[in-house]
């Protein structure tokens, strides 16, 4: 590809298009009617990835916006309370939605990059008293988006959920971004099954299917969530073509995210040294996030790489952030490091 007329678009993960291997299987899906249970693919998808955590059940939906905040509604009452981090998607990137969806309140918690540990957590624990809505529900990110894709690895939540149990909270994982945290950490899976009470992962960021997140859990649990996801529209027909994306990427996708994270090391480190950024936050995985210097505005640093073909998100003040992915290779890299020694 010539580079004048490359298009690198590291706004997300979530820009990637199916192979022709995904695209293949999708086409070749036996479907069914999901709402009455017959779709073929979706049920293998959803006992799939339900086995790989260890957990009992599945439930497939179209985003993890959804499978979240499902999950939020079965495991609160209205006037309860959920902690985050104020750093968490469940907060601030869906739309309001436990207020909407669920009556709840949250309690914002400042952790390490996202990150949140019992120390923390307890002290925010409402005693029983009128006054307070009752704590009812813990949200752990993992990887944390805002944190620069910063990662839990199981001994770090082991306490965490040694605390819920004592306290008589539940537990759900909003693992956008789980495998990137698994392919680094290198922790078993069916531990995440054995601490938490709900846990979302999503198909469509690294692993590169089109659309779709699976919520996981006991089955009682999933028969709730599945009433609930009725109830906000979720409810598909032979989304049996979508599942077989899923399954393909469960299939072909993991292991390789671990380039995804060396690509955005490279990206880490070739920023460092470029003059109008002041700081780089810590590149764990496949999230690149800079701080510019106060004379460089966001946007016209977002315009002035779009018109290199590179494309970026803003994300704060002076904070830019880079996401790479499946679809990004190493020529594109090069074309990206180039690219960003000629802004000034």
């Known amino acids: 590809m010539d580079q004048k007329s490359m298009i690198v678009d590291l706004r997300s993960d979530t820009v990637t298009r199916p192979s022709a291997g995904m695209l293949d299987a ?16 979706v049920n293998a998808l959803e006992s799939k990835t339900a086995d790989i955590f260890g957990m009992e059940a599945g439930l497939f939906c179209p985003s ?13 009452n209205p006037l309860e309370e959920v902690i985050c981090d104020e750093t968490a998607h469940v907060y601030r990137y869906e739309g309001g939605g436990i207020a909407f ?5 949250v309690r914002l918690l400042y952790g390490d990059r996202g990150r949140l540990n019992p120390e923390l957590i307890e002290p925010h624990v409402n005693p029983d008293n009128i006054h307070y809505p009752k704590t009812s529900l ?17 001994d770090q939540i082991e306490p965490i959920y040694h605390l819920c149990r004592m306290k008589g909270l539940y537990l759900h994982l909003d693992g956008a971004r789980i495998f990137n945290a698994l392919v680094e950490t290198k922790d078993d899976p069916k531990d995440y099954g ?12 690294g692993l590169g ?9 006991r089955e009682e649990f999933i028969q709730k969530a599945k009433r609930v996801r009725k109830v906000f529209g979720g409810g598909w027909r032979q989304a ?36 109008y950024v002041s700081s780089v936050m810590p590149v764990d995985t496949n999230i690149v996030i800079i701080e510019l210097d106060p004379h460089l505005k966001p946007d016209e640093f977002v315009e002035k790489l779009n018109h ?10 002076q904070m830019i952030r880079f996401v790479t992915h499946l679809d990004l290779n190493d020529t594109m890299l090069e074309h990206t490091i180039q690219t960003l020694k000629k802004i000034h």
């Open 101 to 105: 969806n669920s009556s709840a309140s």
């Open 209 to 217: 299917a089109p659309v779709g997140s699976v919520l996981l859990g």
């Open 308 to 317: 290199f073909g590179v494309k970026c998100n803003t994300f704060g003040k």
């Open 240 to 275: 049996g073509y979508l599942a077989a994306a899923g399954i393909f990427a469960l299939d072909n996708n993991i292991e390789r995210l671990a380039e995804d994270h060396q690509r955005a090391r490279i990206l880490g480190e070739a920023v460092k040294s470029l003059p």
């Open 64 to 76: 993890g916006t959804m499978t979240n905040q499902i999950a939020i509604k079965c495991f609160t």
């Open 138 to 154: 813990v949200v752990l990110e993992n990887t944390v988006n805002r944190g620069g894709g910063s990662y839990y690895s199981t």
């Open 26 to 41: 999708m086409m070749s899906a036996k479907v069914g009617d999901d709402v009455f249970g017959e779709d073929e693919t």
């Open 194 to 205: 054995n601490m938490f009470d709900g846990i979302s992962v999503c198909l469509s960021k």
